[in-house]
């Protein structure tokens, strides 16, 4: 009798279970976009374009890349504005109608140019940190190189040749400030594979970072289709290592981009299927949204190429669990 009675509940039980992987495995991925730095941003790669076309959560402004070793901070936003002079104040308005749709603004810090920034103290990350908040993240309506705006976080792109200095400090300092700030990592693919070259593996392992997007470009980890065995290795390593964090692949928008390794489109869904064996795949990082449209305006592809992915992105991984 009492088996009989449970008939009619297990069917129901499995279809639960089976309703509940479901839920956690249909989800649509992410994609968040590098805009700025020294190279000029093309008309159609405007930030409050970029952030119209409801393709990215996430937008990092690069880079504040001039500071430490007794330097003061300096932007670098690119060529479509002068920050020395002023020039990039009226970004706040781009960045007020980004964050209306949504999107969490970003000031990426650090940079290509390894000889342009460092942390030589301590003291000097509590510094920048004091900096950073007061001009970019407070909300005290200081008139910074962005104007008043009052960004949501902080992205870490760190060149693959610096040192531990003291980012550790520098994340610790600003989550202080204020706990509800995103942060965000940006190293080379490579680098779990040895933790001592990690510039960002001591930051990282305080536990403050809320996502990491790895750079899958101009490293031996990038995916090839006919070879991605030491993708494979570096996406389980990153996103095993790091499992409390979202995790992106940092993936080039434009095969012309120093002739770095790009993911055509029809390779994408090879590299996804490997990222979304892991429950803490989010999505992808573009770099950057110039080339993204500069890879259009060129003739490589009738659209930008976040447009020609972000239906790949945006499917569903349903049976990732399975």
């Not at 970003?106 to 990350?125: K, M, Q, R």
């Not at 928008?253 to 429950?279: D, K, V």
Request: glycine content about 8%; hydrophobic content about 40%; charged content about 20%.
């Amino acid at each position: 009798m009492a088996s009989s009675s449970l008939r009619p509940i297990l069917p129901l039980v499995l279809v639960l279970c089976m309703a509940t992987v479901f839920a956690i495995r249909a989800h649509s991925d992410q994609m968040a976009m590098y805009w700025g730095w020294h190279i000029n941003n093309l008309a159609g790669a405007a930030l409050k374009a970029t952030c119209e076309t409801n393709h990215f959560t996430h937008v990092s402004i690069a880079f504040l890349s001039n500071f430490g070793n007794g330097r003061p901070p300096r932007p670098d936003f690119g060529t479509s504005c002068d920050a020395e002079s002023g020039g990039c104040r009226s970004l706040a308005e781009d960045i007020a109608a980004c964050q209306r749709l949504g999107v969490k603004m970003l000031l990426s810090i650090g940079g290509f140019d390894v000889n342009n920034y460092t942390l030589v103290s301590a003291e000097e990350a509590h510094r920048l940190a004091a900096h950073i908040y007061d001009v970019y993240l407070s909300g005290y309506g200081i008139d910074g190189p962005l104007g008043k705006v009052k960004l949501d976080g902080i992205d870490f792109y760190v060149n693959d040749a610096s040192t531990y200095d003291y980012w550790d400090v520098l994340a610790q300092d600003l989550k202080q400030l204020d706990g509800g700030m995103i942060l965000t990592a940006s190293q080379g693919c490579n680098h779990t594979a040895g933790k001592a070259d990690m510039p960002l593996y001591r930051a990282l392992k305080t536990g403050l970072f809320n996502k990491v997007w790895p750079r899958y470009h101009g490293h031996p980890c990038t995916y090839q289709p006919w070879d991605s065995a030491a993708f494979a290795v570096s996406v389980q390593n990153w996103a095993t290592e790091f499992s409390e964090m979202d995790f992106y692949l940092g993936l080039i928008a434009n095969p012309s981009y120093f002739e770095e390794r790009w993911i055509h489109p029809n390779e994408l869904l090879g590299a996804l299927a490997e990222a979304r064996q892991y429950r803490n795949y989010k999505g992808v990082m573009l770099w950057n949204r110039h080339w993204d449209v500069k890879f259009f305006e060129d003739g490589n592809g009738r659209a930008p190429y976040s447009d020609l992915i972000y239906p790949i992105i945006k499917a569903s991984s349903t049976f990732a669990a399975f």
